[in-house]
């Protein structure tokens, strides 16, 4: 009886063990597909490498209201980099720029008719508060007219690798706002578009061509012209922000936006222990299906939660590493006759869970390096490089990244790892008569055996 009930219960233990293993490796998997965000888009990227862990109609292109400023951003500091515009030009405000700054229904800080401002005090008002007055005096500055900055703001989408885009005007407002006087070329009543994965393109491209400018997005409070009648207090319109009302820890950017036709959006981004995500969502909504400044940032933050628990960087692949099978390639023409290879650097990505015992190294020679018998010539100088490494599943799926581009985030060289000095004409010309009469002797044995 007794052992009968061991048996069981020992039968039982194992089914549930097995039960355990199985689902032990895809928790984190599980975990991914919980995550769901309540948006018409949205996309959560790893900014090191651009690899994508979560999206959502990441294609559709949606309204991107005054994330649209990002652009505006972008060939600002692109401008002050090249030495075109200068962080203390002064500025002479147009008829436009007048009128739309006084919009009270708009975001803006009023600037006056008569009045000039330096480009830094309207970037901070543009990144800070998203003042839309004071983005449309940056685009003239930088192009002369909102109308010729349009042509430089598709130019430059197409430039960066972005697919799904449409820029109308600087500031992200409908056309309808500017009462007739939008940009040329433009429907009065259009807006600006982008896909959720172009929008977290132009992030990245933003902080990691000009890192500085989380500086001011990451400022949570300024006063405009401080000091002067026309003081204006700006509190950034990223709630997120520490110390603001839905403050996250590691947050320091980046845009907010927000239309009738766009709804209520956000890219973000965050860093803590040495990883940074960016995060982007779209029309977002709240539980009842309404959307609203909370909206935004509760979606925001189940995506940061969820990289931040689950993701850790890894190094799947070491510097130095070599393949096996492939350590060495076969050298004509040098002192030695073959030579070891090894990765220059490393490969390193954020991973959750086991998910890095899934990927395994495949190695690419490059064919213009080698002869057609796959050798390679002496001489050879270490470091040279022979191919490149990357990584692939070993369950078959894909490794997701923004594009192109950011695939190269897991390819490292490969490289000689000593060099190889070509041999003397004596030496080459032994090794060619040794070759010759080998071959003559084979030939010779080859036939005397054919006559037996």
């Given at each position: 009886m007794n052992r009968l009930f061991n048996q069981k219960y020992f039968a039982s233990f194992l089914a549930l063990m097995m039960f355990f293993s199985l689902f032990a490796g895809s928790s984190q998997v599980e975990a991914a597909a919980d995550l769901e965000v309540s948006a018409d888009g949205a996309i959560l990227v790893d900014a090191d490498t651009g690899k994508v862990l979560y999206e959502k109609n990441a294609d559709s292109v949606l309204g991107i209201a005054s994330m649209t400023k990002m652009m505006t951003e972008y060939l600002l500091l692109e401008a002050i980099e090249s030495g075109k515009v200068k962080w203390d030009q002064e500025y002479a405000v147009s008829d436009l720029v007048y009128k739309i700054s006084q919009d009270g229904n708009l975001s803006n800080v009023p600037l006056r008719a008569d009045g000039k401002y330096l480009v830094r005090e309207l970037y901070e008002a543009m990144v800070i508060y998203s003042a839309n007055g004071t983005t449309i005096a940056l685009a003239e500055i930088i192009a002369g007219s909102e109308t010729n900055f349009v042509k430089m703001m598709n130019d430059k989408a197409k430039e960066l690798g972005i697919k799904d885009y449409k820029f109308v005007n600087s500031s992200g407002l409908n056309n309808a706002d500017y009462k007739g006087m939008h940009p040329e070329g433009t429907d009065a009543s259009d807006e600006n578009i982008m896909s959720p994965r172009g929008v977290a393109q132009l992030a990245l491209h933003l902080i990691t061509d000009f890192p500085d400018v989380l500086e001011t997005a990451s400022t949570p409070k300024k006063n405009f012209r401080e000091g002067t009648d026309d003081e204006i207090k700006m509190e950034n319109w990223n709630w997120m922000l520490p110390g603001l009302v839905y403050g996250y820890e590691g947050m320091d950017g980046l845009k907010t936006g927000t239309t009738d036709f766009a709804g209520y959006c956000f890219a973000g981004t965050a860093e803590r222990d040495g990883k940074r995500y960016i995060t982007v969502v779209q029309n977002a909504k709240d539980e009842s299906g309404s959307g609203n400044y909370k909206a935004r940032f509760d979606e925001t933050r189940k995506m940061l939660d969820y990289a931040f628990s689950n993701?850790?960087?890894?190094?799947?692949?070491?510097?130095?590493?070599?393949?096996?099978?492939?350590?060495?390639?076969?050298?004509?023409?040098?002192?030695?006759d073959q030579v070891k290879i090894y990765t220059k650097s490393a490969i390193e990505m954020v991973v959750t869970g086991d998910e890095k015992e899934n990927y395994q190294p495949v190695f690419v020679l490059d064919k213009k390096k080698v002869n057609k018998n796959g050798e390679l010539i002496a001489p050879i100088k270490k470091g040279d490089k022979v191919g490149y490494l990357t990584i692939e599943p070993k369950n078959g799926e894909n490794i997701t990244f923004l594009s192109e581009e950011y695939q190269k985030a897991i390819q490292v060289d490969v490289i000689a790892a000593e060099d190889v000095e070509k041999a003397n004409w004596f030496v080459l010309m032994m090794r060619g008569i040794g070759g010759f009469f080998g071959d003559l002797w084979g030939g010779i044995s080859s036939t005397v055996k054919g006559w037996f």
């Open positions: 993701y850790t960087k890894e190094e799947i692949v070491p510097k130095h590493y070599q393949v096996k099978g492939q350590k060495t390639l076969p050298v004509i023409k040098g002192k030695e």
